[in-house]
C-alpha cells in the first residue's frame, strides 16, 4: 500500500519537491501545530525564517538551545540538523517561512556572521526593519499564491531582496566571508550551464585539487557541488519551460542533457513532476 502524500507543508512528510514554498507557522500552545519540528538531516533546500510574534525555542536541551523573539531570523541551510518549537514558557510562536533552492549568485547573501550548528541567526533591530521584511515574506506568499507563469520568478526575487535587506542589517560583518574561489566557480557555473561541467574543470577554475575543491565547496554551501550544478539546472529548465516555447528536448540540450529521457527523470526526481507535466500545471 503507498502511503497518501502530505500536501500541507506545516505538517511532518512534506516532500519540498518545489524550488520556492512560503507560508506562517502559527504555533498556539495546545493547538494542533504545537509539535516539535524536528529534521536532524536537514531538507535539501534552504529554510528562511522570521518570528513575527511570541517566542520560539531552537535545539532545545542542548548547549545550543536558543530562544527566537520578534524580529529574530534564522537561515537554516540545505542539509543542516534543526530542532525547534515553541518556547515552553510562551503561549504561542508565529513564524514566517520560505523554502528554497538558492541561485548560484546568491551565494554572497547565504554568509551570515553569527552561525550556531550550520544555522544563521541574525536579530532585525528597528519594528520599521522587522515590518520591512515581514511585508517581503507576505508578498512572496501573495505572489505564490497568485500562480501566474512569472510567480516564482518574483517570489524568488522578493527572496533575493530579504536576503540582501539581511546583510544589509547584518550587524556582525562576516567574520568568515565567502571563499573567493567557491564564489569564481558559482559564477562560472551559472554562465556555462549549458555545458559538461567535470569537477576537474571545476576545480581548476578553482586552482584547487579536486578532492580539496570538492571538500570546502561542500563546506562552505553545504551541499555537494553536482546537487548545486543540478538544482541551478533544474531552475533555469522551469524558467524555460515556464517562458518559452521550446520542446522539453530543447530545454534539455540547452542545458547540456544530451538525453532527454534522462533529464526527465531527474526534473521528476526533483519536483516530483515530468517537464511536460510541469508545464502544463502552469498553464
Ligand atoms: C514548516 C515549518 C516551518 C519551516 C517549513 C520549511 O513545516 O513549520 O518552520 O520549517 O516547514
Known sequence: MTEAINLDPLMPGYPFNAHLVAGITPIDQGGELDF???????????????????????????????????????????????????????????????????????SEWLNWAQVTRNVGFMTIESRERVQLISQL????????????????????????QILIRCREFDQQRPQAPLDNRIHRVCQFINDNLSKELSI????SVACMSSSRFSHLFRKQLGIPIRQWIEDQRISLARQLLLTTDLAVSQVAQYLGY????????????NLGLSPREFRKSHQ
Open 200 to 203: 576537474a574543470e571545476l576545480s
Open 36 to 106: 516539535w519540528i524536528e529534521r536532524p538531516s536537514g531538507l535539501k533546500g534552504y529554510i528562511l525564517n522570521l518570528t513575527t510574534s511570541g517566542s520560539g525555542l531552537v535545539f532545545p536541551g542542548s548547549k545550543h538551545e536558543t530562544r527566537v523573539t520578534t524580529g529574530d531570523m534564522m537561515l537554516i541551510p540545505a542539509g543542516a540538523c534543526h530542532d525547534y518549537g515553541r518556547h515552553p514558557d510562551a503561549p504561542n510562536w508565529h513564524h514566517r517561512w520560505v523554502y528554497f533552492r538558492p541561485r548560484a549568485t546568491w
Open 258 to 269: 544530451q538525453d532527454a529521457l534522462y533529464f526527465s527523470r531527474v526534473f521528476r526526481k
Open 137 to 160: 515574506f507576505k508578498d512572496i506568499d501573495n505572489s505564490r499564491k497568485n500562480g501566474s507563469m512569472l510567480s516564482e520568478e518574483l517570489g524568488l526575487n522578493l527572496l533575493e
